[in-house]
């Protein structure tokens, strides 16, 4: 069994300062990296607390009952998220995801959601807005979100089989109630497209070869039909506390292999620009891809990085913001927020850090030297998947 990694540095106390530059952006209009690409999401975490204990994200052994969480003055505040998603809208931002640790513990969330739904684009056009979630309290709180103006729900579940559930989860919740969730989303109407189909409710299953590799033709088996999209996620190296091996890892070719042993699966076209799921719909008798069947995805970070049009920002729970999920400190955005920083401040702040942005660890990993020390990163608890 491979070492646990205890984090010495806590990187919700580190931030790189914040500047608003003298100079104003440059360019067409469209913000660019220095790759290039455009900023179009913005993933929020609104807590740091999770009450699964998934070992590739919050193992018992570092996140236990000594563990200390961020006070509440530290996290930014409804008023203060939206603030900063309102400024990160008027640079390019499109679709908003709300993460934690686990979201549906943050209190009166419902709140926010209907703070952030009330967003336009500057063309006056409403915001692709969802919100990942373990499913533990969904099942209660599906209508309150929906109401609230939630769009769409990604619920994240590791196995179909109880056992295999409780083990991956390590606070032994059972696989039912997630499920119980998910159709209380469905009946909330929380992913129904224009033709009637779920297709933005999504489950994403993280794949550890050595643990639930056999659930992947179950899980299959049971969402194919629903209109539901089912994910298959490459576990990832994310942070430095959950014992990653290479070993570990199933490629995602090896995961579509498998399920065509099965199904008849066809490629699909991306939905949008800077997708990181790979899509495969079931096919019909005459092979095309049924949408009553629904589909599936595979995302590939590990196998087949794409950090080529990558589009994705991301906000800690308490406004540190960070340019790549495998990033190892982040930009101190609050501090700027509450020292009354204009708005036009604001998005210059965040403009120049997203103009000098040239991150793209996945395509880096390959290159590191065999038995080279990783560099530092942030736990994916912190910033969300």
Same mark, same amino acid.
């Given at each position: 069994? =491979?070492?646990? +990694?205890?984090?010495?540095?806590?990187?919700?106390?580190?931030?790189?300062?914040?500047?608003?530059?003298?100079?104003?952006?440059?360019?067409?209009?469209?913000?660019?990296?220095?790759?290039?690409?455009?900023?179009?999401?913005?993933? +929020? =975490?609104?807590?740091?607390?999770?009450?699964?204990?998934?070992?590739?994200?919050?193992?018992?052994?570092?996140f236990d009952s000594h563990y200390t969480y961020l006070p509440h003055s530290d996290l930014l505040s409804?008023?203060?998220?939206?603030?900063?998603?309102? /400024?990160?809208?008027?640079?390019?931002?499109?679709?908003?995801?709300?993460?934690?640790?686990?979201?549906?513990?943050?209190?009166?969330l419902e709140v926010l959601i209907e703070q952030l739904s009330a967003l336009k684009t500057p063309q006056?056009?409403?915001?692709?807005?969802?919100?990942?979630?373990?499913?533990?309290?969904?099942?209660?709180?599906?209508?309150?979100?929906?109401?609230?103006?939630?769009?769409?729900?990604?619920?994240?579940?590791?196995? +179909?089989?109880?056992?295999?559930?409780?083990?991956?989860?390590?606070?032994?919740?059972?696989?039912?109630?997630?499920?119980?969730?998910?159709?209380? $989303?469905?009946?909330?109407?929380?992913?129904?497209?224009?033709?009637?189909?779920?297709?933005?409710?999504?489950?994403?299953?993280?794949?550890?070869?050595?643990?639930?590799?056999?659930?992947?033709?179950?899980?299959?088996?049971?969402?194919?039909?629903?209109?539901?999209t089912l994910r298959f996620i490459e576990y990832m190296d994310v942070g430095t506390t959950n014992g990653?091996?290479?070993?570990? /890892?199933?490629?995602?070719?090896?995961?579509?292999?498998?399920?065509?042993?099965?199904?008849?699966?066809?490629?699909?076209?991306?939905?949008?620009?800077?997708?990181?799921?790979?899509?495969?719909?079931?096919?019909?008798?005459?092979?095309?891809?049924?949408?009553?069947?629904?589909?599936?995805? /595979?995302? =590939? =970070?590990?196998?087949?990085?794409?950090?080529?049009?990558?589009?994705?920002?991301?906000?800690?729970?308490?406004?540190?913001?960070?340019?790549?999920?495998? $990033?190892?400190?982040?930009?101190?955005?609050?501090?700027?927020?509450? @020292?009354?920083?204009?708005?036009?401040?604001?998005? $210059?702040? +965040?403009?120049?850090?997203? @103009?000098?942005?040239?991150?793209?660890?996945?395509?880096?990993?390959? @290159?590191?030297?065999?038995?080279?020390?990783?560099?530092?990163? /942030?736990?994916?608890?912190?910033?969300?998947?």
């Amino acid at each position: 069994m =491979s070492e646990r +990694i205890i984090p010495l540095l806590d990187q919700r106390h580190q931030g790189l300062a914040m500047k608003v530059p003298t100079n104003p952006m440059t360019g067409d209009g469209v913000l660019r990296d220095q790759r290039h690409r455009p900023l179009h999401d913005l993933r +929020i =975490s609104v807590t740091d607390r999770c009450n699964f204990r998934c070992n590739y994200c919050m193992p018992k052994e570092v996140f236990d009952s000594h563990y200390t969480y961020l006070p509440h003055s530290d996290l930014l505040s409804f008023e203060e998220i939206t603030r900063v998603a309102r /400024v990160f809208v008027g640079l390019g931002v499109r679709k908003l995801r709300l993460t934690g640790g686990e979201p549906l513990l943050r209190k009166n969330l419902e709140v926010l959601i209907e703070q952030l739904s009330a967003l336009k684009t500057p063309q006056g056009k409403p915001l692709d807005l969802t919100l990942t979630t373990n499913g533990s309290l969904l099942k209660r709180k599906a209508q309150d979100l929906r109401r609230a103006g939630l769009q769409r729900v990604t619920v994240s579940l590791d196995g +179909i089989d109880d056992a295999v559930f409780r083990a991956m989860n390590d606070v032994d919740f059972p696989v039912a109630d997630v499920l119980d969730g998910i159709e209380a $989303a469905r009946a909330a109407g929380l992913g129904l497209d224009a033709h009637g189909r779920f297709s933005g409710l999504k489950i994403n299953m993280v794949v550890k070869r050595t643990t639930n590799l056999d659930q992947i033709l179950p899980m299959a088996r049971h969402f194919r039909g629903s209109g539901m999209t089912l994910r298959f996620i490459e576990y990832m190296d994310v942070g430095t506390t959950n014992g990653w091996r290479m070993d570990d /890892v199933l490629p995602s070719a090896e995961v579509i292999r498998l399920l065509q042993t099965e199904f008849a699966l066809v490629p699909l076209e991306p939905s949008a620009p800077g997708e990181t799921a790979q899509r495969w719909g079931y096919a019909d008798t005459q092979g095309r891809h049924d949408p009553a069947l629904g589909e599936v995805g /595979v995302i =590939s =970070s590990v196998t087949q990085a794409f950090c080529h049009d990558c589009n994705r920002a991301r906000l800690s729970t308490e406004g540190k913001l960070y340019l790549c999920l495998f $990033a190892g400190q982040g930009h101190d955005l609050r501090g700027l927020l509450r @020292q009354d920083a204009s708005d036009e401040q604001l998005a $210059a702040a +965040i403009g120049q850090v997203w @103009q000098q942005r040239d991150d793209r660890y996945s395509e880096l990993r390959g @290159q590191q030297t065999p038995g080279q020390p990783a560099p530092r990163r /942030v736990e994916m608890s912190y910033i969300g998947g």
